[in-house]
């Protein structure tokens, strides 16, 4: 069973930048590809980036692409979602998430485990 603790969310002007963190336990890490994901007040949780066990491989969502950055510390059992030009449309609750093996990384349902979230917001 592993345990994901995400941190670093907070209130954040357009433009400014965070740092999202997640920390990992109760299982081996470099065994999954780590994912972060959000949601937004009455929409469907979204795919944001995804990376592989090795940190080799990363995908992103559109809508983030060339802003946000996903990177992973396997020592440390962490995974990092390094977000810049913050926009409004990017607050949500931030999700961490772990997943085995398979296709789809984009859905959510393809994900073993998953953190409790953190809150994003990004005033205009």
């Known amino acids: 069973q592993v345990q994901l603790v995400e941190s670093g969310g907070g209130l954040v002007q357009a433009g400014g930048s965070l740092r999202l963190s997640c920390a990992a336990s109760g299982g081996t890490f470099i065994n999954y590809a780590m994912g972060w994901f959000r949601q937004a007040p009455g929409k469907e949780r979204e795919f944001v980036a995804v990376?592989?066990?090795?940190?080799?491989?990363?995908n992103y969502a559109d809508s983030v692409k060339g802003r946000f950055t996903i990177s992973r510390d396997n020592a440390k059992n962490t995974v990092y979602l390094q977000m810049n030009s913050l926009k409004p449309e990017d607050t949500a609750v931030y999700y961490c998430?772990?997943?085995?093996?398979?296709?789809?990384?984009?859905?959510?349902?393809?994900?073993?485990?998953w953190g409790q979230g953190t809150q994003v917001t990004v005033s205009s």
């Open positions: 990376i592989s066990w090795s940190g080799g491989s990363t």
């Open positions: 998430a772990a997943r085995y093996s398979g296709p789809n990384y984009y859905t959510p349902g393809s994900y073993d485990y």
